[in-house]
């Protein structure tokens, strides 16, 4: 299968704080991606995608950008919030086929 | 729809025994998938199954696990026996397609204890 891995397995930041979030991917030809968020007890939940056509994407309080020259995928949260604690996972998609997902950072915000 | 619903939640079980999870699908969800979520090694597929049918269970560990598809609505995970080294947390999901569109559904999860 493919390789998804996260450069950090641990983050914490301050509540109120930006956090960002890194994943790197092994195949060039993935032209789908997804993070997800999953919280304590819980299965993993989608956040937010991107396509490969695309360099950044944003939703409510969340960005994803994509770097394709390097194989990069980051996702930022902004203003985190002692609710956005979670496991957060990325994940590709080559065409259709299965998704591949990344091992997990785990990220801790501090009141 | 309730979602992809699991049972049971946890399950502790002494080793040698016969573990079985369940889950049922999101109705009209034509794809099932079986992971498992240790510390060390992620979330990793074992098993899916297309209009109930196993297309790819590559990543069975060895032949104590087997799963199935009875109909469109149920599927089981079943180890035997079952050992310590199992220990993790088992996620089925379900999708209408295998690449779709927002990816898989994910259940709540059996977090499995052996000992």
């Known amino acids: 299968g493919e390789s998804v891995g996260l450069h950090l397995p641990t983050l914490s930041v301050q509540e109120g704080d930006n956090s960002i979030i890194n994943c790197a991917y092994s195949n060039s030809a993935s032209d789908y991606f997804i993070w997800y968020k999953q919280e304590s007890g819980k299965g993993p939940q989608f956040i937010i995608d991107?396509?490969?056509?695309?360099d950044k994407r944003q939703g409510q309080r969340v960005t994803v950008l994509l770097n394709k020259t390097v194989k990069h995928l980051s996702l930022q949260i902004a203003a985190t919030q002692p609710g956005d604690s979670a496991v957060y996972f990325c994940?590709?998609?080559?065409?259709?086929?299965?998704?591949?997902f990344g091992t997990g950072t785990s990220l801790t915000v501090i009141p | 729809d309730a979602g992809v619903i699991q049972s049971p939640r946890h399950e502790v079980t002494e080793m040698g025994q016969e573990v079985t999870l369940r889950c049922k699908p999101i109705?009209?969800?034509?794809?099932l998938f079986w992971y498992r979520q240790t510390m060390m090694r992620g979330l990793e597929l074992l098993i899916y199954f297309n209009n109930n049918v196993p297309i790819d269970d590559s990543g069975m560990p060895e032949d104590r696990f087997s799963a199935k598809m009875p109909n469109a609505s149920f599927s089981t995970l079943k180890i035997q026996p079952s050992e310590p080294r199992d220990s993790a947390v088992y996620f089925c999901?379900?999708?209408?397609?295998?690449?779709?569109?927002?990816?898989?559904?994910f259940g709540s999860g059996t977090r499995l204890t052996v000992v």
């Open positions: 109705s009209g969800h034509d794809y």
């Open positions: 994940a590709e998609n080559y065409s259709g086929n299965q998704f591949y």
């Open positions: 991107i396509r490969s056509n695309m």
């Open positions: 999901a379900s999708s209408l397609y295998l690449g779709t569109l927002y990816g898989y559904t």
